[in-house]
């Protein structure tokens, strides 16, 4: 940001940031949560609202431009992180996000998904994963379960299902998480995290489409079962959870195991968080409803899983660009629109 934008910058709220657009989501749907989370997150960024452009694809999810108080593009299926990658190029000072679901950006956008994280584009990516199709009335997902049944799938889906931080790991980003829709504070402290990175961050935000998929998560988000079902990552903390905090996770080797605080064990014997530590990452995404060696489930990690730096594309294209220019110099458009083979007609 620029010196004179920080002197002239106005104090914002939550309400400079809604729209007068009718909000035209089922009630009850988990997006209204994450968009008021963001509309309060916003102003603390630090970036002047025409300097802010929310891009989305095709989903319920991407109505989300309409509701922001910022520049914005409702754009085409899968194609949202094409478009962003396009603008951050470009226009490289623009604090861009891009908003987009599981299918939008895990089915027709893979692809682009995963190009854009490994060319790691200073952008954010709100990745919505209700684990089905809601706009269009409730079809599996790549994030569905197997043996699904929908309206698709009426004998339930064989497909083996994405790991949306997995796959994000494979492409090597650079900034992973994972929050929900009914913790606020959480998803607030990593919006704001997000945003901080210095590169493509993915932030997947599980979200209930209490129509057509109500309660996928509620096991990770009611207050009965939360505890004990998710894990809430600390830089620099042992991986402790339980309604009492009296379980944990250490490494037995390679392996981690779920243990009980106590005689036996205590938090000097468990895995201490470091969202550095990219193995450790792999190992933290792939818990995934698998037991652990006590037999017991692992819980959900729900935090910042990885973060590293890397060189954005758009600051090594600039880079490369004067470079290239202070080499040959700044060129002539039409002089290579014309080329070597030009004919000149006489009258």
């Not at 603390?44 to 452009?53: A, K």
Request: aromatic share 10%; net charge negative.
């Amino acid at each position: 940001m620029s010196e004179i934008a920080e002197q002239t910058l106005p104090t914002l709220t939550a309400k400079d940031f809604t729209t007068d657009q009718e909000v035209r989501w089922c009630p009850g749907c988990g997006d209204y949560s994450i968009l008021a989370q963001v509309q309060k997150i916003m102003p603390g960024i630090g970036v002047p609202r025409e300097n802010i452009v929310i891009i989305s694809g095709i989903g319920c999810s991407s109505r989300f431009p309409y509701y922001m108080n910022t520049y914005g593009m409702h754009s085409i299926h899968g194609r949202a992180t094409s478009i962003a990658s396009g603008l951050k190029a470009s226009r490289p000072e623009l604090s861009v996000w891009i908003v987009t679901g599981d299918g939008d950006s895990l089915s027709i956008g893979g692809n682009h998904t995963m190009h854009l994280l490994r060319r790691n584009f200073d952008v954010n990516i709100l990745l919505f994963n209700n684990q089905i199709y809601g706009l269009t009335k409730g079809q599996y997902s790549p994030t569905s379960e197997p043996q699904k049944v929908t309206k698709s799938t009426p004998y339930g889906s064989i497909d083996h299902p994405y790991n949306p931080l997995a796959l994000a790991m494979g492409a090597d980003a650079t900034f992973v998480a994972r929050s929900m829709d009914r913790d606020p504070k959480h998803l607030q402290a990593m919006l704001t995290r997000s945003h901080q990175h210095k590169g493509t961050s993915l932030l997947e935000i599980y979200q209930n489409c209490n129509i057509f998929n109500d309660g996928a998560f509620e096991i990770f988000t009611e207050k009965k079962t939360k505890p004990d079902t998710a894990l809430f990552l600390e830089q620099g903390k042992p991986l402790v959870f339980g309604a009492t905090q009296n379980m944990g996770i250490r490494l037995d080797g390679l392996k981690p195991v779920v243990v009980e605080m106590g005689a036996e064990f205590s938090t000097n014997d468990l895995w201490i968080h470091d969202d550095k530590d990219f193995y450790k990452a792999q190992t933290l995404v792939r818990m995934f409803d698998e037991p652990s060696q006590s037999g017991q489930y692992f819980p959900r990690p729900f935090g910042v899983i990885y973060e590293t730096e890397r060189a954005c594309y758009e600051d090594v294209m600039q880079m490369q660009i004067d470079e290239t220019i202070a080499a040959k110099g700044a060129g002539n458009l039409d002089k290579l629109l014309r080329g070597r083979e030009v004919w000149e007609i006489q009258e």
